[in-house]
T-cell receptor, first 114, second 113 residues
Framework: AQTVTQSQPEMSVQEAETVTLSCTYDTSESDYYLFWYKQPPSRQMILVIRQEAYKQQNATENRFSVNFQKAAKSFSLKISDSQLGDAAMYFCAYRSGKNEKLTFGTGTRLTIIP | ETGVTQSPTHLIKTRGQQVTLRCSSQSGHNTVSWYQQALGQGPQFIFQYYREEENGRGNFPPRFSGLQFPNYSSELNVNALELDDSALYLC????????????FGQGTRLTVV
């Protein structure tokens, strides 16, 4: 069974600075996808960024980028120029290429300090 | 805002009762997945429906059941409610095609007393 581990329950960063959230996963599959979701107090899960395992290039979406280390099974999220609106719970998630079930980590609560 | 809507937003039930939660999927999506998110935890997969058939189930007892309708909306039913069923229940819809993302609703907060 696949597992996703987020070892940082809480992180904080000064506004406009850069922060990195960590995620490791365990799988024996070669075809899979990795995601970072943001969950603000409104509770709705919002997709931040996704990475296909077969792609070597790290995904980037504006201020958000990932460091995907396939051999180490590591998938960290870097947020540059942090903004107050980035404050939320962030969840790392794994999806097999065989189905659409998402396996989530326990989340990291990100606080932005003005 | 995604096109996935869930109702109700909040619900309080008594232990032993039954509850039905509803989800309308995004237009064009034929796959609906349900997740349970306990306080302070990540969401846990309950089950998934694809074109009205259950298509995968997580580690949840049979008193958690579901339906998907021809318009691809879905219901989650929980019988014999227990205190530990108190959680946020999230619905996600997707197109069923590989390499596409799932869109989540805002969830239903269920409290069992």
């Amino acid at each position: 069974a696949q597992t996703v581990t987020q070892s940082q329950p809480e992180m904080s960063v000064q506004e406009a600075e850069t922060v990195t959230l960590s995620c490791t996963y365990d799988t024996s599959e070669s075809d899979y996808y990795l995601f970072w979701y943001k969950q603000p107090p409104s509770r709705q899960m919002i997709l931040v960024i996704r990475q296909e395992a077969y792609k070597q290039q790290n995904a980037t979406e504006n201020r958000f980028s990932v460091n995907f280390q396939k051999a180490a099974k590591s998938f960290s999220l870097k947020i540059s120029d942090s903004q107050l609106g980035d404050a939320a719970m962030y969840f790392c998630a794994y999806r097999s290429g065989k189905n659409e079930k998402l396996t989530f980590g326990t989340g990291t609560r990100l606080t932005i300090i003005p | 805002e995604t096109g996935v809507t869930q109702s109700p937003t909040h619900l309080i039930k008594t232990r032993g009762q039954q509850v039905t939660l509803r989800c309308s999927s995004q237009s064009g999506h034929n796959t609906v997945s349900w997740y349970q998110q306990a306080l302070g935890q990540g969401p846990q997969f309950i089950f998934q429906y694809y074109r009205e058939e259950e298509n995968g189930r997580g580690n949840f007892p049979p008193r958690f059941s579901g339906l998907q309708f021809p318009n691809y909306s879905s219901e989650l039913n929980v019988n014999a409610l227990e205190l530990d069923d108190s959680a946020l229940y999230l619905c996600a819809s997707s197109s069923g095609r590989q390499n596409t993302e799932a869109f989540f609703g805002q969830g239903t907060r269920l409290t069992v007393v």
